[in-house]
Antibody
Framework: EVQILESGGGLVPPGGSLRLSCEFS????????MSWVRRTPRKGLEWVSS????????AYADSVKGRFTVSRDNSKNTVHLDMKSLRGEDSATYYC??????????WGQGILVTVSS | DIQMTQSPLSLSASLGDTVTLTCRAS??????LNWYQQKPGKAPQLLIS???TLHTGVPPRFSGSGSGTDFTLTITSLQHEDSATYFC??????????FGPGTRVEIK
């Protein structure tokens, strides 16, 4: 059974930084692409970032490129999303996901990020 | 980016009804289309991938069809637990995946 332990999130002022983390279990972690998707009332679901199984390849949505960094530690079955220069529009529920092909087949419960002074 | 639209944005139906949700892509995406179900306060769950392949454990009353730009999700014999928001997602544009706005299904 796939399980996720999420951490991070919270309230941060504009321009601040935050790290989100997800620890996975129940599957061969290093074999899968891991992704982040966020949901906001205004824009709905938005793909944010993905990282390949080895950690060598990553990709970002234009809206976060240069501000967010995705990484993974396969020895700890953990994926991180480091967010800096946060803006109000980054306020969202962030989901860490396991991807199989082009489908997101397991989602975390979601981590709330609020960017506000 | 490929834009995804869904219709209707909400619907209300009775137990046992059959409902059809529509998803449309702004450009052809072949069958690179997935459907997800999200209940309030819960994580989204994959229902259908590749337009019509039922994900493990999903009841057979859910079915998907379509290719190119037009897709449908059909729920037959609607149950209480099907009350949720349903999202489509295109996987055609690698690393530029986009989602539809969702259809909220309410049971009368």
């Amino acid at each position: 059974e796939v399980q996720i332990l999420e951490s991070g999130g919270g309230l941060v002022p504009p321009g601040g930084s935050l790290r989100l983390s997800c620890e996975f279990s129940g599957f061969s972690f290093s074999s899968f692409i891991m992704s982040w998707v966020r949901r906001t009332p205004r824009k709905g679901l938005e793909w944010v970032s993905s990282i390949g199984g080895s950690g060598d390849n990553s990709a970002y949505a234009d809206s976060v490129k240069g501000r967010f960094t995705v990484s993974r530690d396969n020895s700890k079955n953990t994926v991180h999303l480091d967010m800096k220069s946060l803006r109000g529009e980054d306020s969202a529920t962030y989901y860490c996901l396991k991807a199989t092909g082009f489908a997101f087949d397991f989602w975390g419960q979601g981590i709330l990020v609020t960017v506000s002074s | 980016d490929i834009q995804m639209t869904q219709s209707p944005l909400s619907l209300s139906a009775s137990l046992g009804d059959t409902v059809t949700l529509t998803c449309r892509a702004s450009d052809s995406i072949s069958i690179f289309l997935n459907w997800y179900q999200q209940k309030p306060g819960k994580a989204p769950q994959l229902l259908i991938s590749s337009a019509s392949t039922l994900h493990t454990g999903v009841p057979p009353r859910f079915s998907g069809s379509g290719s190119g730009t037009d897709f449908t999700l059909t729920i037959t014999s609607l149950q209480h637990e099907d009350s949720a928001t349903y999202f489509c997602q295109q996987g055609f544009s690698a690393l530029s995946w986009t989602f539809g706005p969702g259809t909220r299904v309410e049971i009368k």
